[in-house]
């Protein structure tokens, strides 16, 4: 079984502030890991995907996150945010191998104050 | 980039009708495709994975006659909420996948809200 926990319900970060959005994994294998955003009433927009490679992998809008083996996390970052960046982030995660789907985190609100 | 598309965006239907909603893979064809439903504030539920010409696996839990599901070919699917009633009122996303094995990709929807009076 696969499963993905996002610890914080709500992260709220000052404009031009870092900001940290917490994921951890659990899957019977290696992982693809991936983060989406969502936009009231919107579907998911793809952030960015840890497949193999380097551990830090940079995606859409400036974000990017690290994928830690040992501690089994996948926290997104930006160096920055942005009001605009306020939405709904849910983190997933799959097998790298054969057929396996897509679980997904329950989601964490980001409120980016001016 | 591949793009997946949803119709109708919102629909308000009355207790006790069908609703149909359609996902569309617009620049690519689809291997699989994949329905999850969402509540207020929550996260994403699989429904059922279809494969195009075979039926679908429902996830446990998921009523098979109440949510039919028809996959004619690789860029379409159908979610079709048979006798809608007020709690199946939700947010529907489907996503389209491409690619076998390991590295397939799912590309989502923009999502269907449905409200059942």
């Known amino acids: 079984a696969q499963s993905v926990a996002q610890p914080e319900d709500q992260v709220n970060v000052a404009e031009g502030n870092p900001l940290t959005v917490k994921c951890t994994y659990s899957v019977s294998g290696n992982p693809y890991l991936f983060w989406y955003v969502q936009y009231p009433n919107r579907g998911l927009q793809f952030l960015l995907k840890?497949?193999?490679?380097?551990?830090l992998v940079k995606g859409s809008y400036g974000f990017e996150a690290e994928f830690n083996k040992s501690q089994t996390s996948f926290h997104l970052k930006k160096p920055s945010a942005l009001v605009s960046d306020s939405a709904l982030y849910f983190c997933?995660?799959?097998?790298?191998?054969?057929?396996?789907?897509?679980?997904f985190g329950k989601g964490t609100m980001l409120l980016v104050s001016p | 980039g591949a793009v997946v598309s949803q119709h109708p965006s919102r629909v308000i239907c009355k207790s006790g009708t069908s609703v149909k909603i359609e996902c569309r893979s617009l620049?690519?064809?689809?291997?699989?495709m994949f329905w999850y439903r969402q509540f207020p504030k929550q996260s994403l539920m699989l429904m059922a994975t279809?494969?195009?010409?075979?039926?679908?696996?429902?996830e446990q839990g998921v009523e098979k006659d109440k949510f039919l599901i028809n996959h004619a070919s690789l860029t379409l699917s159908t979610l079709t909420v048979t006798s809608a009633h007020p709690e199946d009122s939700s947010f529907y996303i489907c996503s389209a996948s491409v690619g076998t094995g390991g590295r397939n990709e799912q590309f989502f929807g923009p999502g269907t809200r449905l409200t059942v009076l």
């Open positions: 279809s494969n195009e010409g075979s039926k679908a696996t429902y």
């Open positions: 620049d690519f064809q689809a291997t699989t």
């Open positions: 840890y497949i193999t490679g380097d551990n």
């Open positions: 997933a995660v799959r097998l790298n191998s054969g057929y396996s789907t897509l679980t």
